[in-house]
């Protein structure tokens, strides 16, 4: 599985953006994702989608502004990301295949995309 981000940019406080994530592969049985690294390097989950879409999971740091969606048959990955926070800058990164669905670590995805910056002033 090959995952390609893209939509990411530079946006003012209040704005919003819409990041995709382009599979390669089947990724209609795994559990997706997205993830973000700040510029002091830390990691966090902000989305996470279950297999059949029923359920979407968010930190409570995201405050209702992010929603997560799929398109099986495009097999794309998205991220409305609206109400965007100077804080909300980072690296963005789409993730399949974790074992239990969820925003924790990262790490238990199995496949990650190469990122998509995101900048917010």
Not at 18 to 36: K, N, Q, V
Not at 59 to 77: Q, V, W, Y
């Amino acid at each position: 599985v090959q995952l390609v981000e893209s939509g990411g940019g530079s946006v003012q406080t209040g704005g919003s953006l819409r990041l995709s994530c382009a599979a390669s592969g089947d990724t209609s049985s795994y559990c997706m994702g997205w993830f973000r690294q700040t510029p002091e390097n830390e990691r966090e989950g902000v989305a996470a989608i279950s297999v059949d879409d029923s359920i979407t999971y968010y930190p409570d740091s995201i405050e209702g502004r992010f929603t997560i969606s799929r398109d099986g048959a495009k097999n794309t990955l998205y991220l409305q990301m609206n109400n965007l926070k100077p804080e909300d800058t980072g690296m963005y990164y789409c993730a399949a295949d974790r074992p239990v669905c969820g925003v924790g670590s990262a790490y238990d995805f199995t496949y990650f995309g190469q990122g998509t910056q995101v900048t917010v002033s």
